[in-house]
């Protein structure tokens, strides 16, 4: 029961052997300026767009990290509205996926930060304020969760793909006519609950990684 229910998220099967070939579609509808006039879907992007820059430059100053937290959050909203499409592999659900995403930008920050700015990223592994007692407890927890940023980023978003696209195949195999009255409804809403869990992962994800890039000077 339970190998048949994840085997939806293999990412190989017997018919066709490039599933992660998925991933190359936002390459492929990105670049959309070529085109010779202007449609809905454009104008709708780039007034997204705009609303996220001018949002994430709030939070951030450094107009690189916001950027690239923007392609980033394109990259996985698209994959996430692809993995609603029937035959169609959904790489966000893979933590490979998440982590080859999470671990690199996490590493740059890390990197960067402590090589220019190390006496700032020590001045962040101690709130102001904390009593003298408590001190090293407190630089060991901000140490540990400094730690486990990327982890929490990549286990957030693989899972709650996983497990919308549970729900979906186990409220799916009940094809029963008797009981389709109620379990359509129940189907659509949830289509429409993964679709809007596609855009808020995604941009939760961007968000997080803009809010990390604010603390290095």
């Known amino acids: 029961m339970m190998t048949s229910l994840f085997s939806s ?120 304020g904390t009593p003298s007692p408590i001190m090293p407890m407190m630089i060991i927890i901000e140490t540990t969760g400094n730690i486990i940023r990327p982890i929490s980023l990549s286990v957030r978003l693989t899972a709650n793909m996983i497990a919308g696209h549970l729900l979906m195949t186990l409220l799916g195999n009940m094809n029963s006519i008797k009981i389709m009255m109620f379990i359509l409804p129940i189907q659509i809403m949830l289509m429409l609950f993964e679709s809007a869990i596609s855009i808020i992962q995604s941009y939760v994800f961007a968000t997080l990684i803009n809010l990390y890039s604010s603390e290095i000077p």
Do not use: C
């Open 9 to 128: 998220f293999d990412p190989t099967s017997f018919f066709l052997q490039l599933n992660w070939s998925i991933m190359v579609l936002p390459l492929i509808l990105l670049p959309m300026n070529f085109w010779l006039k202007k449609s809905r879907p454009i104008m709708i992007k780039k007034k997204f767009l705009n609303k996220m820059v001018n949002e994430f430059s709030n939070s951030s100053k450094h107009k690189e990290m916001m950027y690239l937290s923007l392609s980033i959050m394109m990259f996985i909203m698209i994959n996430n509205f692809m993995g609603l499409f029937p035959y169609i592999f959904t790489a966000t659900s893979h933590i490979s996926i998440s982590m080859s995403l999470s671990i690199p930008t996490w590493l740059m920050l890390m990197i960067y930060g402590w090589m220019k700015f190390s006496d700032s990223m020590f001045k962040h592994l101690l709130p102001i």
